[in-house]
T-cell receptor, first 112, second 113 residues
Protein backbone atom coordinates (compact mmCIF):
# COMPACT_ATOMS: atom_id res chain seq x y z
CA UNK A 1 0.00 0.00 0.00
CA UNK A 2 1.03 3.59 -0.59
CA UNK A 3 2.55 5.19 2.51
CA UNK A 4 1.78 8.75 1.50
CA UNK A 5 -1.47 10.65 1.98
CA UNK A 6 -2.78 13.36 -0.32
CA UNK A 7 -6.05 15.28 -0.60
CA UNK A 8 -8.28 13.64 -3.22
CA UNK A 9 -8.89 16.83 -5.19
CA UNK A 10 -7.92 20.50 -5.51
CA UNK A 11 -8.85 23.42 -7.71
CA UNK A 12 -6.55 26.19 -8.95
CA UNK A 13 -7.14 29.26 -11.07
CA UNK A 14 -5.21 29.46 -14.31
CA UNK A 15 -2.03 31.53 -13.91
CA UNK A 16 -1.94 31.11 -10.15
CA UNK A 17 0.40 28.86 -8.20
CA UNK A 18 -0.84 25.36 -7.45
CA UNK A 19 0.39 24.00 -4.12
CA UNK A 20 -0.15 20.26 -3.72
CA UNK A 21 0.52 18.83 -0.23
CA UNK A 22 1.66 15.34 0.69
CA UNK A 23 2.11 13.68 4.07
CA UNK A 24 4.75 10.96 4.38
CA UNK A 25 5.04 10.67 8.15
CA UNK A 26 6.63 7.20 8.05
CA UNK A 27 9.38 8.09 5.61
CA UNK A 28 12.80 6.72 6.54
CA UNK A 29 16.11 8.47 6.25
CA UNK A 30 17.15 7.05 2.89
CA UNK A 31 13.79 7.32 1.15
CA UNK A 32 13.28 9.92 -1.51
CA UNK A 33 9.99 11.67 -2.24
CA UNK A 34 8.94 11.51 -5.89
CA UNK A 35 6.20 13.29 -7.75
CA UNK A 36 4.56 12.05 -10.92
CA UNK A 37 1.47 13.21 -12.72
CA UNK A 38 -1.01 11.51 -15.01
CA UNK A 39 -2.91 13.52 -17.54
CA UNK A 40 -6.21 11.93 -18.49
CA UNK A 41 -5.79 8.50 -20.15
CA UNK A 42 -2.02 8.87 -20.53
CA UNK A 43 0.85 7.10 -18.79
CA UNK A 44 2.30 8.79 -15.69
CA UNK A 45 5.01 11.40 -16.20
CA UNK A 46 7.93 12.09 -13.85
CA UNK A 47 8.00 15.61 -12.38
CA UNK A 48 10.60 15.93 -9.64
CA UNK A 49 12.16 14.19 -6.63
CA UNK A 50 13.97 15.15 -3.44
CA UNK A 51 15.53 13.83 -0.24
CA UNK A 52 16.06 16.70 2.22
CA UNK A 53 16.65 19.91 0.31
CA UNK A 54 14.15 21.85 -1.69
CA UNK A 55 14.37 21.16 -5.39
CA UNK A 56 13.38 23.05 -8.53
CA UNK A 57 13.31 22.14 -12.20
CA UNK A 58 11.62 23.45 -15.31
CA UNK A 59 8.31 21.88 -14.35
CA UNK A 60 7.92 22.50 -10.62
CA UNK A 61 9.40 23.12 -7.19
CA UNK A 62 9.44 20.68 -4.30
CA UNK A 63 9.46 21.93 -0.71
CA UNK A 64 10.27 19.31 1.94
CA UNK A 65 9.77 20.10 5.63
CA UNK A 66 12.76 19.88 7.93
CA UNK A 67 11.41 16.77 9.67
CA UNK A 68 10.69 15.26 6.21
CA UNK A 69 7.20 14.22 7.24
CA UNK A 70 5.53 16.26 4.54
CA UNK A 71 6.22 18.03 1.28
CA UNK A 72 4.54 20.41 -1.16
CA UNK A 73 4.74 20.37 -4.93
CA UNK A 74 4.44 23.84 -6.41
CA UNK A 75 3.43 24.57 -9.99
CA UNK A 76 4.26 28.29 -10.10
CA UNK A 77 1.92 29.36 -12.91
CA UNK A 78 -0.67 26.67 -13.49
CA UNK A 79 -2.14 26.28 -16.97
CA UNK A 80 -5.14 24.31 -18.17
CA UNK A 81 -2.72 21.65 -19.41
CA UNK A 82 -1.62 21.04 -15.81
CA UNK A 83 -5.02 19.50 -15.05
CA UNK A 84 -4.06 15.96 -14.00
CA UNK A 85 -3.78 13.52 -11.12
CA UNK A 86 -0.61 14.17 -9.12
CA UNK A 87 1.04 11.33 -7.24
CA UNK A 88 3.43 11.71 -4.31
CA UNK A 89 5.52 8.56 -3.77
CA UNK A 90 8.16 7.40 -1.28
CA UNK A 91 10.79 5.04 -2.55
CA UNK A 92 14.29 3.88 -1.80
CA UNK A 93 16.80 5.28 -4.21
CA UNK A 94 18.40 2.83 -6.59
CA UNK A 95 18.79 -0.84 -5.90
CA UNK A 96 17.19 -3.67 -7.81
CA UNK A 97 13.71 -3.12 -6.41
CA UNK A 98 13.13 0.39 -7.57
CA UNK A 99 9.38 -0.03 -7.60
CA UNK A 100 7.02 2.89 -7.44
CA UNK A 101 3.98 2.34 -5.21
CA UNK A 102 1.18 4.63 -6.33
CA UNK A 103 -1.70 5.82 -4.18
CA UNK A 104 -4.82 7.55 -5.50
CA UNK A 105 -3.11 10.93 -5.79
CA UNK A 106 -4.64 14.40 -5.94
CA UNK A 107 -6.82 15.37 -8.86
CA UNK A 108 -5.87 18.95 -9.72
CA UNK A 109 -8.36 20.92 -11.79
CA UNK A 110 -7.03 24.16 -13.26
CA UNK A 111 -9.92 26.47 -14.11
CA UNK A 112 -9.95 29.49 -16.47
CA UNK B 1 13.83 7.43 -29.64
CA UNK B 2 10.34 6.01 -29.53
CA UNK B 3 10.58 5.55 -25.75
CA UNK B 4 8.22 2.91 -24.35
CA UNK B 5 5.72 1.49 -26.81
CA UNK B 6 2.76 -0.76 -26.12
CA UNK B 7 0.52 -2.78 -28.40
CA UNK B 8 -2.36 -3.08 -28.85
CA UNK B 9 -3.94 0.19 -27.70
CA UNK B 10 -7.33 -1.46 -27.22
CA UNK B 11 -8.41 -5.08 -26.85
CA UNK B 12 -11.65 -6.90 -26.10
CA UNK B 13 -11.45 -10.52 -24.92
CA UNK B 14 -13.99 -13.10 -23.93
CA UNK B 15 -13.66 -14.84 -20.58
CA UNK B 16 -11.18 -17.68 -20.83
CA UNK B 17 -9.28 -16.38 -23.84
CA UNK B 18 -5.56 -15.78 -23.69
CA UNK B 19 -3.49 -12.97 -25.08
CA UNK B 20 -0.17 -11.18 -24.80
CA UNK B 21 0.26 -7.46 -24.24
CA UNK B 22 3.43 -6.25 -25.87
CA UNK B 23 5.88 -3.73 -24.42
CA UNK B 24 9.13 -2.53 -25.93
CA UNK B 25 11.64 0.18 -25.12
CA UNK B 26 14.56 1.51 -27.11
CA UNK B 27 16.45 3.26 -24.30
CA UNK B 28 18.52 0.21 -23.28
CA UNK B 29 16.89 0.25 -19.83
CA UNK B 30 17.54 -2.72 -17.57
CA UNK B 31 14.44 -2.28 -15.42
CA UNK B 32 10.95 -2.82 -16.82
CA UNK B 33 7.60 -3.25 -15.12
CA UNK B 34 3.87 -3.71 -15.68
CA UNK B 35 1.11 -1.88 -13.83
CA UNK B 36 -2.66 -2.03 -14.02
CA UNK B 37 -4.99 0.85 -13.31
CA UNK B 38 -8.64 0.40 -12.49
CA UNK B 39 -11.14 3.29 -12.68
CA UNK B 40 -10.54 5.90 -9.98
CA UNK B 41 -7.56 4.00 -8.62
CA UNK B 42 -3.83 4.44 -8.59
CA UNK B 43 -1.48 2.10 -10.41
CA UNK B 44 -0.77 -1.34 -9.00
CA UNK B 45 2.41 -3.23 -9.81
CA UNK B 46 1.89 -6.63 -11.49
CA UNK B 47 5.38 -7.88 -12.39
CA UNK B 48 8.79 -6.37 -12.90
CA UNK B 49 12.19 -7.29 -14.32
CA UNK B 50 15.64 -6.02 -13.41
CA UNK B 51 17.26 -7.40 -16.55
CA UNK B 52 17.03 -10.03 -19.27
CA UNK B 53 16.23 -13.42 -17.77
CA UNK B 54 15.15 -11.99 -14.38
CA UNK B 55 11.56 -11.35 -13.36
CA UNK B 56 9.71 -10.99 -10.08
CA UNK B 57 6.18 -10.48 -8.79
CA UNK B 58 4.65 -7.20 -7.77
CA UNK B 59 1.59 -6.69 -5.59
CA UNK B 60 -1.06 -8.17 -7.95
CA UNK B 61 0.64 -10.96 -10.00
CA UNK B 62 -2.13 -13.58 -10.05
CA UNK B 63 -3.46 -14.38 -13.50
CA UNK B 64 -0.45 -12.89 -15.31
CA UNK B 65 2.83 -14.30 -16.59
CA UNK B 66 5.91 -12.47 -17.82
CA UNK B 67 9.26 -13.32 -19.35
CA UNK B 68 12.24 -11.21 -20.35
CA UNK B 69 14.35 -12.76 -23.10
CA UNK B 70 15.79 -9.45 -24.36
CA UNK B 71 16.54 -6.06 -22.82
CA UNK B 72 14.08 -4.38 -25.16
CA UNK B 73 10.93 -6.47 -24.71
CA UNK B 74 8.79 -7.36 -21.70
CA UNK B 75 5.51 -9.03 -22.73
CA UNK B 76 2.65 -9.62 -20.30
CA UNK B 77 0.56 -12.77 -20.81
CA UNK B 78 -2.99 -13.37 -19.67
CA UNK B 79 -3.45 -17.14 -19.73
CA UNK B 80 -7.21 -17.25 -19.12
CA UNK B 81 -8.80 -13.83 -19.09
CA UNK B 82 -11.36 -12.96 -16.42
CA UNK B 83 -13.68 -9.94 -16.17
CA UNK B 84 -11.68 -8.83 -13.10
CA UNK B 85 -8.76 -8.21 -15.44
CA UNK B 86 -10.62 -5.46 -17.26
CA UNK B 87 -8.29 -2.54 -16.75
CA UNK B 88 -5.75 -0.21 -18.33
CA UNK B 89 -2.28 -1.70 -18.43
CA UNK B 90 0.87 0.41 -18.39
CA UNK B 91 4.39 -0.72 -19.09
CA UNK B 92 7.33 1.27 -17.73
CA UNK B 93 11.11 1.26 -17.90
CA UNK B 94 14.05 2.99 -16.28
CA UNK B 95 17.81 2.80 -16.24
CA UNK B 96 19.38 1.03 -13.26
CA UNK B 97 20.35 3.60 -10.66
CA UNK B 98 18.14 6.35 -12.08
CA UNK B 99 15.28 5.16 -9.92
CA UNK B 100 13.33 8.36 -9.97
CA UNK B 101 12.76 8.85 -13.67
CA UNK B 102 10.59 6.02 -14.84
CA UNK B 103 9.18 6.22 -18.35
CA UNK B 104 5.68 4.95 -19.01
CA UNK B 105 4.07 3.72 -22.19
CA UNK B 106 0.71 5.01 -23.46
CA UNK B 107 -1.25 2.07 -22.06
CA UNK B 108 -3.40 -0.80 -23.32
CA UNK B 109 -7.13 -0.68 -22.55
CA UNK B 110 -8.38 -4.22 -22.02
CA UNK B 111 -12.00 -5.26 -21.64
CA UNK B 112 -12.91 -8.83 -20.73
CA UNK B 113 -16.54 -9.78 -21.28
Amino acid sequence: DAKTTQPPSMDCAEGRAANLPCNHSTISGNEYVYWYRQIHSQGPQYIIHGLKNNETNEMASLIITEDRKSSTLILPHATLRDTAVYYCIEKNYGGSQGNLIFGKGTKLSVKP
Amino acid sequence: NAGVTQTPKFQVLKTGQSMTLQCAQDMNHEYMSWYRQDPGMGLRLIHYSVGAGITDQGEVPNGYNVSRSTTEDFPLRLLSAAPSQTSVYFCASRATGLAYEQYFGPGTRLTVT
